[in-house]
């Protein structure tokens, strides 16, 4: 059974680097497929940040292409999430997605997420 | 690129059909696949429909998924509610490698 597991700080401070690593188990990130990181602030919708294939190649959802950085580790089976600069908006539940169900690649297993705050 | 709009929120009494729409704002519909997520409170997501009209393993039959080009619109319908489908749901499709969610619909069963 494949697991994702998030881990990292749940406060960070405005202007600082929003850090989270997410572990995967029961499947080797070096068979391929897509490895995502979506987030969900307190009480509103799901927003794709972005991915990163086993080879480390990377897609960044526009809006936030210029503070994200997302990187694989594939010797410790894991993939991590860097946000720069970060605001009081971006506090949110962030999730660590597989996206590898169908033909079509839908997220089909998803971590239990961390919930992150931005606060002084 | 493009935005899904989905209702804010539906309700319907157990035992009933709700349908919950998904609108392209632009680009055809039928131009990439639409998954359909289901969150119940304090949980993470979970799929219960992909590429438009399969179910994952364990989904049971009482959601299915279709498209209507005329509208630009997916849809997710549940038969036979149960109290145990009260959730948020949302729809997700792509364009190249931008993934795209709806902003999400709440269902009450009341």
């Known amino acids: 059974q494949v697991q994702l597991q998030e881990s990292g700080p749940g406060l960070v401070k405005p202007s600082e680097t929003l850090s989270l690593t997410c572990a995967v188990s029961g499947y080797s990130i070096s068979s391929g497929y897509y490895w995502d990181w979506i987030r969900q602030p307190p009480g509103k919708g799901l927003e794709w940040i972005g991915t990163?294939?086993?080879?480390?190649?990377?897609y960044y959802n526009p809006s936030l292409k210029s503070r994200v950085t997302i990187s694989v580790d594939t010797s410790k089976n894991q993939f991590s999430l860097q946000l720069n600069s970060v605001t009081a908006a971006d506090t949110a539940m962030f999730y660590c997605v597989r996206r590898g169900g169908g033909s079509s690649l839908y997220f089909d297993y998803w971590g239990q997420g961390a919930l992150v705050t931005v606060s002084s | 690129n493009f935005m899904l709009t989905q209702p804010h929120s539906v309700s319907e009494s157990p035992g009933k059909t709700v349908t919950i729409s998904c609108t392209r704002s632009s680009g055809s519909i039928a131009n990439s696949f639409v998954h359909w997520y289901q969150q119940r409170p304090g949980s993470s997501p979970t799929a219960v429909i992909y590429?438009?009209?399969?179910?994952p393993s364990g989904v049971p039959d009482r959601f299915s998924g279709s498209i209507d080009s005329s509208s630009n619109s997916a849809s997710l319908t549940i038969s036979g509610l149960k109290t145990e489908d009260e959730a948020d749901y949302y729809c997700?499709?792509?364009?190249?490698?931008?993934?795209?969610f709806g902003g999400g619909t709440k269902l009450t069963v009341l």
């Open positions: 590429e438009g009209n399969q179910r």
């Open positions: 997700q499709s792509y364009d190249n490698s931008d993934q795209v």
């Open positions: 990163v294939y086993h080879s480390g190649s990377t």
